[in-house]
């Protein structure tokens, strides 16, 4: 299975720390947040990762380079204008390959999720491989979590390992999904497209399953969130 890390923002609400260092670089506990990505993939055996990028992205480049320094194969797919996730995947589908992958947001903060548990993830929810009139085969299979304070509506019901935009309870999506390269046939590589209208049409034909993440988890959107991620931790004796 091959990986792709989504780096290609620009980080509005974390300037001006993005006006000279990409979003994906900035140190979460003396570690870039890419990085803690990329050194998890590598200890879950997934070595080949794609990373996109726009703003700044000579930087990263020169940060990771070509993954060895990681026990990693680095490629990159190169946006001059960001084209939001589902575009980004779209351009970089040559170098994704024809079987399931797994994609992460380059600015979550999640330092102890096993990316061995996604490698079958969709295999594992076929249904002996063939059309079946009462379920149909997953499309993509998404990690939510619970909805932090700045989210508190969430962002899909889940019941019964299956995603659904109406129900209770609602959670809110991590930015880490597998998906199957056939979700994105309707894209032209090199335009912009969103991910979230294709996740929500098919959460309504029940084509999308997923489970809830319940490790550390932080969506560093803000110079606040980031302080606090990067606060001295206090222990109690």
């Not at 720390?17 to 997934?46: E, F, S």
């Not at 059309?131 to 997953?138: A, G, L, V, Y």
């Not at 998404?142 to 969430?154: D, I, M, Q, T």
């Not at 294709?198 to 302080?227: C, N, S």
Request: glycine residues 10%.
């Amino acid at each position: 299975m091959k990986a792709m890390i989504f780096a290609a923002g620009r980080g509005e609400r974390m300037r001006p720390l993005t006006d000279t260092c990409p979003k994906p670089l900035l140190q979460v506990r003396g570690r870039a947040l890419i990085v803690w990505h990329i050194l998890n993939l590598v200890r879950a055996g997934i070595t080949e990762i794609v990373i996109n990028h726009a703003h700044l992205g000579h930087m990263i480049e020169d940060a990771l380079g070509n993954g060895e320094q990681f026990g990693a194969s680095i490629v990159y797919s190169p946006e001059g204008t960001a084209l939001e996730t589902a575009g980004g995947i779209a351009k970089a589908r040559h170098l994704l390959g024809d079987q399931a992958f797994v994609a992460i947001a380059g600015d979550v903060y999640c330092p102890h999720f096993d990316f061995s548990q996604v490698k079958d993830v969709l295999e594992e929810n076929d249904v002996w491989g063939t059309p079946h009139p009462h379920h149909t085969r997953d499309l993509a299979w998404l990690y939510l979590v619970k909805n932090p304070a700045h989210h508190p509506e969430g962002d899909f019901a889940l019941a019964n390992f299956s995603i659904a935009n109406q129900g209770e309870p609602r959670y809110t999506f991590s930015g880490i999904g597998v998906y199957r390269p056939e979700m994105f046939d309707q894209l032209t590589p090199g335009d912009s497209a969103k991910l979230a209208p294709i996740l929500r049409e098919l959460a309504d034909q029940r084509r999308i399953g997923g489970e809830l993440y319940r490790g550390d988890w932080t969506d560093v959107g803000t110079v606040e969130r980031l302080e606090q991620l990067n606060a001295p931790l206090h222990y109690k004796n």
